[in-house]
Every structure is written in C-alpha cells, then in structure tokens.
C-alpha cells in the first residue's frame, strides 16, 4: 500500500494536477446533488485529496525552501583562493581548526570541465585553486586571508617560485560582498604597511564556477610525503604556517 501511494505521489506534476482537477470536480458535484451520509464521506474525502495533489509541488517547494534557509545558516561557509599550486594551498588550509573540506580544482577560466593537462598548457585561463568550507565561528574569512597572503607571494604576476604560468596566479574569487569588502580592505592594509616591498597583484574577482580536480591531486601532500616537491616546496611552508599561527591550528589531525 506504501509503495503504491509512494508511486501515485510521484506522479509528474501535470498529470496529477489533471487528476487533481477531476477529482476536485467530482467533489464540488458531491456538494450539489443529494447523497448518502457514506458517499458525502467519499467524495469530501476526493475533494482533499484532489487539493492536495494540486499543491503537492507548492507544498514541497515551500518546505524544501524552509529546508534549505535552515542548512544554509548552519552550513560551513566556503572561500575559493588561487596562491600557486594548489598542492601547496591544500597542504596548508587543511592543518586550519575550523575548516572542515579543502578541494583542489580550478576556476576563473572558461573552459568547461578542464582537465590538468588543459589548464597546464595555459589554454584555459583556469587558475589553480582551492575550495575551502570552513565554519566561520571557529576560524574567520580574515584569519583564511592572513594564512593565504603568508603563505604565497603575492607579489610576483603568474608566478610562485620555479611554477610559471597564468595558473599559479594569485587569486582570490569572493561569493559574497562581504568577502570581496574584507579582501579589498586586507589588501590595501598590506599595500600601506609595505610588509612586501612592492604592491600586491593578487586580483579579486567574483567567484563563477568550481572545477572539482582529478582524484590523484587530492590530499597530495599526505601521499606523496617524499616527492622532492613537497619536501622542497610544501614542508617549509607548513613550517612556517605552523610556526606563525600556532592558534588556528587543530589541536588533533582531523579535529575541526
């Protein structure tokens, strides 16, 4: 009986908003003509079911709606920055307290679905990313900015180290405007202090599309701990994030 109820109420919704007409008609007749006590039952019984089958869909809608305003004020937010190979960037902003998922991928080019070799070759205008969902009671955008801009130059155009490219640039994509306000302002204060010696060329644009890299990219750093790239390139910077922001750290690996 469940299994059938569940295979009416999957109907799609034109059909059961035509089934739902006819049994709404079927009941206002049952209001006009003179019936027995149990056919009243019935058809009252039809004319519900017959509302409910056309705003079945609203029904739902509304309350996916409500479903979803609810897991958005309780979910992780998420911030999307480009500081060189995202080897590093990953290695980095996964030892954070607070930050529950970091994602290689790309973003800000415009190719569809592209794949390292493609964004590699610089045919794609694709930077090398990371998508990071932190929950900002525990660590703020502001603190992600200040492990970002100690852990990369952000002053060199296209380029981190020995990787050259327009994939390595520095890049932060915003998804709010109170992440681009916070970014600009990060930025002009470093710009004032001369910390670096030259202006900052990280660009800040707004944040499109996400590509999820290839599976081999993901927890790089933690399976290949003696390839010579992450000995020589992402230990001394784990080091010194470890060494400069102790209290965002997690106390425990894997611990929020």
């Not at 519900?48 to 809608?61: A, E, N, P, Q, S």
């Not at 302002?185 to 004032?192: G, P, S, V, Y």
Request: net charge positive.
């Amino acid at each position: 009986m469940k299994e059938r109820m569940r295979n009416f109420l999957s109907l799609n919704p034109k059909t059961k908003k035509i089934i739902g007409a006819v049994l709404v008609f079927v009941g206002l007749l049952a209001l006009i003509t003179p019936l027995t006590p149990g056919s009243w039952l019935i058809f009252v019984g039809l004319e519900l079911l017959g509302i409910d089958l056309l705003l079945w869909d609203r029904i739902k809608k509304w309350f996916g709606k409500k479903s979803m305003v609810k897991q958005k004020q309780g979910a992780d937010e998420a911030a999307i920055f480009g500081g060189g190979c995202f080897w590093c960037t990953e290695a980095v902003f996964k030892i954070l307290r607070g930050v529950s998922s970091v994602l290689p991928g790309y973003s800000g080019g415009s190719t569809k679905n592209p794949t390292y070799a493609e964004v590699s070759g610089e045919k794609t205008g694709h930077a090398e990313v990371v998508k990071i969902e932190y929950n900002p009671k525990e660590v703020s955008y502001r603190d992600l900015l200040t492990v970002l801009f100690a852990s990369h130059d952000p002053t060199t155009m296209n380029r981190q180290g020995n990787d050259v490219g327009v994939e390595y640039r520095s890049v932060i994509f915003y998804t709010t405007q109170e992440q681009k306000s916070e970014a600009e302002k990060f930025i002009q204060e470093l710009n004032a202090s001369s910390e670096y010696g030259k202006p900052i060329v990280t660009a800040l644009e707004p944040f499109t599309v996400f590509y999820e890299a290839e599976n081999y990219h993901k927890d790089y750093f933690e399976s290949h701990p003696g390839n010579p790239y992450c000995e020589l390139v992402i230990n001394p910077k784990l080091e010194k994030v470890q060494k400069q922001f102790a209290q965002l750290l997690k106390t425990k690996a894997g611990q929020n």
